[in-house]
């Protein structure tokens, strides 16, 4: 075999790609490969709490990068960033102290806790293959409602004057700074304001890996609208983020929208949908899209005070604006691209991720770990870093470091060999196809900012 003969002529047909068949191999990637590992796990962990690694920090950051950039780059949205806590009385008026509640059952014998609304999804403590109640010995309470806020308490005495909450969602900073926002960036409507930060919720039953936790981040996006003109923006929206989860290459046949009968309506909703995802336990909500007709502004200026109304200089008249709310959880999100992006064969694991999200956009490796060959590996990664987060890996097989970029899915694998210190090209391999082409070193930025660019075009 020459110096210069590359992995191309090695790599075997894989055989046909399979779909992730069971969410534990996920959980397992995740931890082996840094995306995300049990939170305080050296203590035993914490129920539903997860950290994310090096890579799922960097996933996460793509995620929120390429949500923000769709909804603050034009006109008519702007961005904020408020408070976890707020004023106790927000959550008076919003509807949370009273009506944020899931119905809680216990069982007396396995002592297991479920919500009653959700028993059909839940498993018997003492029998798995059975629902809760279904066992001859299972003693189930009555249901009793359970308030999902976290309390804590702010300054010194604990005492119920004291009493704050960890927001439930971030809609309600938006909310409370709607004429801020308005007045000083001098926005008429439509306009709207997007937010990403933290939310918790003390879930009866969380699980399934990142899907409900306690703790999580939610990206959310208030429009606000005319009344009358409500339900076309309602439309506008569920039509836009539908594709916001097609550009990122999540599968058309995955994703389908759930309207919301009377029954399932939120307290705030005049209509609601939610984006669904068909995960391998089944199609769940990945975001919602809420009509809330003037709910919250209606009770915030009522609970405060303070008038919220918008003055309409077209029409010479004051009103509150209708609100078309997105919420989508940025976690929630990461596992879809996970799960959507899992595929395995008779070769390979990889994770076919959008580019955008990748956490390496491409790996440099020297063909061998040869001086010359790894000085210029780190000359090109180097160029490559100005612009984009890019591996360097020298260890192991040139197939093996293939195998280890596919598996956290790097798109593009670069190869310094000896046709480059005399030609200056270099072998660009792709992830997908396994697919490989000489490209001059020169070109990379260029090559892959394209590549990036029209991905799935
Ligand atoms: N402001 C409206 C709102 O919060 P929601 O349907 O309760 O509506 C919106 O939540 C999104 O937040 C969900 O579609 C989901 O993506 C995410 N989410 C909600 N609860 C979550 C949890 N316990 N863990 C992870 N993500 C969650």
Redesign the pocket.
């Known amino acids: 075999m020459s110096e210069n003969q590359t992995e191309k002529l090695v790599e075997k047909d894989p055989g046909p790609a399979k779909d992730i068949q069971d969410m534990a191999d996920l959980v397992s990637l995740s931890k082996r490969r840094g995306f995300v590992f049990p939170s305080s796990e050296v203590y035993g962990g914490i129920n539903a709490c997860w950290d994310y690694g090096p890579l799922g920090a960097e996933l996460k950051r793509n995620v929120k990068d390429v949500w923000w950039n769709a909804m603050t780059r034009r006109d008519d949205i702007e961005g904020i960033d408020a408070a976890i806590l707020m004023h106790p009385r927000v959550w008076e008026a919003s509807g949370h102290v009273s009506g944020f509640v899931d119905p809680l059952v216990d069982c007396k014998t396995c002592k297991g806790r479920f919500r009653a609304d959700k028993l059909d999804m839940a498993h018997c403590g003492n029998k798995p293959s059975k629902k809760p109640g279904e066992g001859s010995d299972c003693q189930l309470t009555e249901p009793r409602q359970f308030n999902l806020m976290f309390k804590t308490h702010m300054g010194p005495l604990e005492d119920s004057a004291s009493i704050v909450y960890l927001r439930?969602?971030?809609?309600q900073g938006i909310y409370v700074n709607f004429l801020n926002v308005q007045q000083s960036m001098r926005q008429k409507l439509p306009f709207g304001i997007a937010q990403i930060g933290k939310?918790f919720?003390n879930?009866i039953t969380?699980g399934n890996f990142?899907?409900?936790?306690?703790e999580?981040e939610?990206m959310?996006m208030q429009y606000f609208v005319k009344p009358g003109s409500d339900m076309d923006w309602f439309e506008k929206w569920k039509e836009q983020r539908i594709q916001w989860h097609l550009d990122l290459g999540i599968r058309k046949e995955k994703l389908r929208f759930h309207a919301h009968g009377p029954g399932e309506l939120?307290h705030y909703a005049k209509a609601a949908f939610?984006i669904e995802y068909l995960f391998p336990f089944g199609w769940q909500?990945?975001?919602?899209i809420?009509n809330r007709s003037d709910f919250d502004l209606g009770r915030h200026q009522e609970f405060s005070g303070k008038k919220l109304e918008y003055f309409d200089e077209e029409a010479k008249e004051r009103y509150l604006p209708y609100i078309v709310?997105t919420?989508?959880?940025c976690?929630?999100?990461l596992l879809v691209a996970l799960t959507d992006a899992y595929r395995s064969d008779n070769e390979r694991v990889w994770l076919k991720l959008h580019p955008k999200l990748a956490p390496f956009k491409a790996a440099v490796f020297p063909l061998m770990k040869k001086p010359e060959l790894m000085e210029y590996t780190d000359k090109v990664s180097a160029e490559l870093r100005k612009k984009f987060r890019v591996d360097r890996d020298d260890s192991g097989s040139i197939g093996k470091r293939y195998r280890r970029q596919d598996e956290i899915g790097t798109p593009f694998g670069i190869t310094i060999d000896y046709d480059t210190l005399s030609n200056h090209t270099v072998t660009v391999r792709h992830r997908d196809l396994m697919t490989q082409e000489r490209i001059p070193a020169d070109k990379l930025v260029q090559y892959l900012d394209e590549k990036i660019d029209n991905w799935g075009k």
């Open positions: 439930p969602e971030t809609a939310a919720r879930e969380p990142i899907f409900r936790t306690r999580f939610q959310e939120a939610d909500e990945l975001e919602g809420h709310e919420s989508v959880g976690d929630r999100f």
